[in-house]
């Protein structure tokens, strides 16, 4: 999961980015909402969660700047107890959800994935490829009842292309979901994963191929003739 953090206050900022991390995903932070909006428009996010109230322009500014220039990456707001109008003014402009602060983290990370989930056109956590089946929830993947045993990036990185199987996922997507738009390694460190996900997906599913290759355009998930 690859979310962009908006909030003014590094404090709150750091602790939920801290705690997302703690479960594996990537966060790429803003302190600003012109600054959260220009990451938008520059990289893939799975979800943008912002709170309301920010140090220039409101979340609310913030979703229309994103959703008037196409991007349907999904915007969870996060707020104090505020008016109804105003929950509903977010909501039309584009907002997929607005969560009041003070609010359980395990339950904001559970909304999240939903709204991802949803996003994608699963309905549930669970997404099947043939006879590999995907756990969302649990960040679980099993081939014909066996399990694939696989790190934390090497799960991430299968995760993307199962939730966009049967499409091409472009290099550039897979390492910023993998790292984030800060801190990107070289492009080649892509190889060096695939190959691991490859020989350990070989162990277990009788032959099956998972993983191809587009050749120049990047990598779909997708079950092999």
């Known amino acids: 999961m690859h979310v962009l953090l908006i909030d003014r206050k590094p404090s709150i900022n750091q602790g939920i980015a801290f705690f997302f991390k703690s479960k594996g995903w990537v966060v790429d932070t803003a302190f600003s909402g012109e600054e959260g909006a ?25 979703i229309k700047k994103i959703r008037n220039v196409g991007i349907k990456t999904p915007i969870t707001i996060i707020s104090g107890s505020v008016p109804v109008s105003q929950k509903i003014n977010c909501f039309n402009l584009g907002a997929d959800d607005f969560i009041v602060r003070p609010c359980d983290r395990n339950e904001l990370m559970a909304r999240i994935q939903a709204i991802v989930r949803r996003a994608k056109g699963y309905a549930n956590s669970v997404i099947k490829i ?57 492009i080649k460190i892509l190889d060096v994963f695939l190959f691991r996900i490859r020989n350990k997906i070989d162990k277990i599913s009788n032959g099956k191929k998972y993983i191809q290759t587009v050749w120049g355009r990047g990598y779909i998930l997708k079950e092999s003739e």
């Open 38 to 62: 220009e990451l938008a428009r520059l990289y893939d996010y799975d979800l943008i969660l912002s709170d309301l109230l920010l140090s220039d322009i409101t979340g609310a500014e913030v």
């Open 130 to 186: 043939g006879q590999m089946t995907v756990n969302l929830d649990t960040k679980i993947i099993t081939i014909a009842g066996a399990t694939l045993k696989l790190t934390k990036k090497e799960y991430a990185l299968l995760e993307l292309l199962a939730l966009r199987q049967n499409m091409t996922v472009s290099k550039e997507q897979l390492l910023n979901h993998l790292y984030g738009a800060m801190d990107e390694p070289d």
